[in-house]
């Protein structure tokens, strides 16, 4: 091979061997330009543009105007509910929802397969029914509402009853993104932590929470971003106070029921904002998962 | 310390790979008693507050001419999402798990965006575009064209929120499966429709299925973005979503929770569907959440 080649005594890098990657092959597989400029069609006419004209709209007020809408004391409060509400819900679910990760991959009990399936419930209940069913549950004359107001608990038409239907809403989250990582967890780690000495508690708390970490950390800021974006199952069992129980989605559509587009759209240019850095604090978190693993 | 001991440990010891029994018992109990309280209760006060006075208060909801036109329109709203996000995701898939170009990644993201939108702002900007006095707003009118506060308005929100979940679930699918049999379909002569029809369809069908499912699921139970741009016109405007809230403000509760069974009913049946699919056609499931 050396002696066929003309620059015998060139180093092995040859310059064009090391260009040679970034020549893309051409794919023989058709359908790349009708399909690409398709995609690109419809994501424009669907999602972009109007997106954008919610950033457009709240770029076209004057500065004043746009911190009087955004930055209201009403509007303020409300974000500070749901973005409080969000994150709670978020740490709840992490704690649960890990639990019943751990539980599904690693244990067998009766109707194992029952809590796997309903735990995708909160994805395929319409929120409007998970809001009616929270309410008359935790309302005072409710199920369980009715349970707790003896103790002077109140839940329903309360910020506890936001926190209730926000659990609900971001639960599959976190398990279904931790579930998988505990599914491919080798087991010989374990073992080896365990034969060196590790009790069980210190093998879980040195071994397996390091390493599942990033996605329980992914699927806890799922459900945070789910959550602070939600509407349907909060309205019912909030009771949507201002100042006490009002949701920042709530204040966007109330702003447009009374027609000020402008004023909502300031609101939701916040939560876009909000959005986006979760998106990427997201993206973020699963290169750091996919680099662990 | 001496050589037998961590062998004998890693033979007989009940610390390896395992909790104690009453940690074991105590954790399924917690998990158990987590999803009654958060997951089972809700569907089960559904359907008791629906029958709370017999079936024929909750047939009679049902079969009010409101409810039954909610139901059309919610019927009618699936039919035209899903469908289209659904030839949307095929041809999104193809694009990007079939070839390599530049801007790949942003172009997945951009594609998920809905998913981290709140579904009130998907409605405003909707309003923003085709409203009163959106941009296409005074070029509705001159060719007497409603979309806000009527169906159309409704069908595009629907879009909107369930844009990424069949592309989404056919992205990873179609990467795995890589391109070897459709360049082989192409260089043995065969048409681009016929390389899909004959090679692509036949892998993809069960991932497609999964999400056309949540895709459905999602459609036909959307409430925020819908309730923005719906202007809640009984009759009309009106999907089984909003037709609950209305009724529930109503305070006809078997009323409301009457159309609400029936959303519980299409829940369940989706997750009897996934759970089937993917005990049956596990590699669909790879990307649930």
Redesign the interface.
């Known amino acids: 091979m050396v002696a066929l080649a003309p620059h015998a005594g060139s180093p092995p890098r040859h310059p064009s061997a090391a260009r040679r990657p970034l020549f893309?092959r051409r794919?023989?597989?058709?359908?790349?330009a009708l399909?690409?400029g398709?995609?690109?069609l419809?994501?424009s006419l669907?999602?972009?543009?109007?997106?954008s004209?919610?950033v457009i709209?709240a770029a076209g007020m004057t500065p004043e105007a746009f911190a009087a809408a955004a930055f209201s004391r009403r509007a303020l409060h409300a974000y500070y509910l749901s973005f409080g509400a969000s994150f709670l819900a978020a740490m709840v679910n992490g704690v649960?929802g890990a639990?019943?990760a751990?539980?599904l991959v690693r244990?067998s009990?009766p109707?194992k397969?029952l809590?796997?399936?309903?735990?995708?419930?909160?994805?395929?209940?319409?929120?409007?029914?998970?809001?009616?069913?929270?309410a008359?549950?935790y309302a005072p004359t409710?199920?369980?509402g009715g349970f707790l107001a003896p103790f002077g608990i109140k839940v329903a038409y309360n910020p506890t009853g936001v926190l209730i239907a926000l659990?609900?809403i971001g639960?599959?989250?976190v398990v279904?993104?931790l579930e998988p990582v505990l599914r491919d967890l080798p087991?010989d780690v374990?073992?080896a932590a365990?034969?060196?000495?590790a009790?069980?508690f210190d093998?879980i708390r040195r071994v397996i929470v390091p390493a599942i970490l990033p996605a329980w950390l992914t699927?806890f800021a799922?459900a945070f971003?789910r959550a602070?974006?939600?509407?349907?199952s909060v309205i019912?069992i909030a009771g949507n106070m201002p100042f006490k129980s009002e949701i920042?989605?709530?204040l966007?559509?109330q702003e447009?029921e009374q027609f000020d587009?402008a004023a909502?759209?300031a609101i939701?240019v916040v939560?876009?904002g909000v959005?986006?850095l979760?998106?990427l604090l997201i993206?973020g978190l699963q290169a750091w998962a996919r680099r662990k693993t | 310390m001496s050589l037998t001991a961590?062998s004998a440990?890693?033979i007989g010891?009940p610390?390896?790979?395992?909790?104690?029994l009453w940690?074991?018992v105590v954790?399924?109990g917690?998990?158990?008693a987590?999803?009654t309280?958060?997951?089972?209760?809700?569907?089960i006060?559904?359907f008791a507050?629906a029958l709370s006075k017999g079936l024929s208060p909750f047939v009679e909801a049902i079969g009010q001419p409101d409810s039954l036109s909610a139901i059309g329109l919610t019927l009618i709203t699936a039919a035209i999402a899903v469908p289209f996000n659904a030839a949307?995701g095929v041809?999104?898939a193809?694009?990007?798990a079939?070839?390599?170009?530049v801007g790949k990644s942003l172009?997945v993201?951009?594609?998920?965006?809905?998913f981290?939108?709140?579904?009130?702002?998907?409605?405003?900007?909707?309003?923003?575009?085709f409203?009163l006095?959106?941009?296409a707003g005074s070029w509705l009118i001159d060719h007497d064209i409603k979309i806000i506060f009527a169906v159309p308005g409704i069908v595009?929100a629907t879009?909107?929120v369930t844009?990424p979940f069949v592309a989404r679930q056919l992205i990873p699918l179609m990467q795995a499966q890589g391109?070897d049999e459709?360049?082989a379909a192409?260089?043995l002569g065969a048409?681009?429709l016929k390389?899909?029809w004959r090679v692509t369809a036949p892998n993809i069908r069960w991932g497609l299925l999964y999400g056309v499912l949540?895709c459905n699921?999602?459609a036909?139970?959307?409430?925020?973005a819908v309730?923005?741009v719906s202007g809640h016109i009984r009759g009309l405007t009106d999907t089984?979503?909003?037709h609950?809230?209305i009724l529930?403000n109503e305070y006809d509760?078997v009323g409301?929770?009457a159309v609400?069974a029936l959303?519980?009913l299409?829940?369940?049946v989706?997750?009897?569907l996934?759970?089937a699919l993917e005990a049956f056609q596990p590699e669909v499931a790879a990307n649930?959440?």
């Open positions: 893309r794919s023989a597989v058709p359908g790349f399909t690409l398709t995609t690109i419809i994501l669907v999602v972009l543009i109007p997106v004209a919610v709209r649960f639990l019943t751990w539980a244990y009990f109707g397969a809590v796997n399936a309903i735990v995708d419930l909160p994805f395929a209940l319409p929120t409007a029914v998970a809001g009616v069913s929270l008359i549950l409710g199920w369980v659990i609900f639960l599959p989250f279904r993104t087991i374990e073992e365990a034969t060196l000495g009790g069980r093998t699927g799922l971003a602070v974006g939600e509407y349907g019912f920042a989605p709530l966007i559509a447009l587009s909502a759209s939701a939560m876009l959005a986006f979760m998106l993206n | 961590p440990a890693k010891h610390n390896i790979g395992r909790e104690p940690v074991r954790v399924i917690v998990v158990i987590f999803v309280l958060m997951l089972v209760l809700p569907l006060a559904v507050q949307f041809i999104a193809w694009a990007i079939k070839h390599r170009f172009l993201s951009l594609i998920d965006v809905p981290s939108i709140s579904p009130v702002v998907a409605g405003l900007a909707y309003i923003l575009v409203g006095q959106g941009w595009l879009i909107f844009f391109v459709e360049e192409a260089s048409s681009a390389t899909f949540l699921a999602r036909m139970g959307e409430f925020g309730s923005v089984m979503p909003l609950v809230e529930y509760f409301a929770f609400a959303l519980c299409l829940a369940i989706t997750l009897i996934k759970a649930a959440v």
